[in-house]
C-alpha cells in the first residue's frame, strides 16, 4: 500500500511539474507569437499611411533638398488631424527626416498622456545599418506602463530612389493588450488541460 501512495505521489509530482514546464512554455510561444502579429498589424498600417502621405509631397519629395519643407510640415499636420483611431492603437508621433537623417518636420499627438515619454523615446538612435539592410526598421518598447511600436521606413521620389524617411510611434491599445493577454490565458489553459487530460487517460 505504502509502495502504490509513493508510487502516485510521484506521478503527481511528475505531472505538476511537467504542466508548469508547458504552461511556461507555451506561455512564453504565445507571448512571442503576440508581439509579432501586433508589430506586422503596425508595420501594415505605417506603409499604407506611407503611401497615402507620398501623394501629398511627392513634388517635395523629387525637388533637391526636399523641397518646401513647411509644405511637408503642413501636409503632416494636416495628416495627424484627421488621425483615426482604431481597435490596435493609434500613431502618436510622427516626423519625417531627410536622407541624412535631419528632422524636417514633425507632428505629435499632445492628447497622448504619454506624449512627452515617447517624444523622448523617438530620440533614440536608429538602427541605421539595420534600416538599410532590411528598408526598413521596428521596435516595440513598454513606456509608463504602455506597449508602443516605433517603426521606420523609406520615401521614394518619382525615380524610386530613397530621398526621405518616416519614423513613427504607435501606441497599442489598452483593449488590444487586454485582448492579447486573454489570449495567452486562453491557450495556456487550453495546452494544460491537454495535459491533464492525456495524464488521466494513461493513468487511470
Request: glycine letters at 6%; aromatic letters at 8%; one cysteine or more.
Amino acid at each position: 500500500m505504502r509502495r502504490k501512495k509513493s508510487i502516485h505521489r510521484m506521478l503527481i509530482i511528475r505531472l505538476a511539474v511537467a504542466t508548469a514546464v508547458i504552461a511556461a512554455l507555451v506561455a512564453v510561444a504565445v507571448i512571442f507569437a503576440v508581439r509579432r502579429d501586433i508589430n506586422e498589424l503596425v508595420i501594415e498600417r505605417a506603409l499604407t499611411a506611407a503611401v497615402q502621405f507620398k501623394g501629398y509631397i511627392i513634388d517635395q519629395l523629387d525637388a533637391p533638398g526636399l523641397g518646401d519643407h513647411a509644405k511637408i510640415q503642413r501636409a503632416l499636420d494636416r495628416s495627424g488631424s484627421s488621425r483615426l483611431r482604431l481597435g490596435l492603437g493609434e500613431f502618436v508621433f510622427v516626423r519625417i527626416l531627410d536622407g541624412k537623417f535631419n528632422e524636417v518636420a514633425r507632428t505629435a499627438d499632445s492628447a497622448y498622456p504619454h506624449i512627452a515619454a515617447v517624444t523622448k523615446y523617438a530620440e533614440n538612435p536608429i538602427d541605421l545599418p539595420g534600416l538599410r539592410q532590411r528598408g526598413l526598421w521596428h521596435h516595440m518598447n513598454r513606456i509608463n506602463g504602455m506597449t508602443v511600436v516605433r517603426v521606420t521606413f523609406p520615401f521614394t521620389n518619382s525615380a524610386g530612389a530613397v530621398v526621405a524617411y518616416g519614423d513613427a510611434v504607435f501606441a497599442v491599445s489598452k483593449e488590444a493588450l487586454n485582448e492579447a493577454r486573454w489570449r495567452i490565458v486562453r491557450t495556456t489553459a487550453a495546452a494544460v488541460c491537454i495535459v491533464l487530460v492525456t495524464t488521466l487517460l494513461l493513468y487511470p
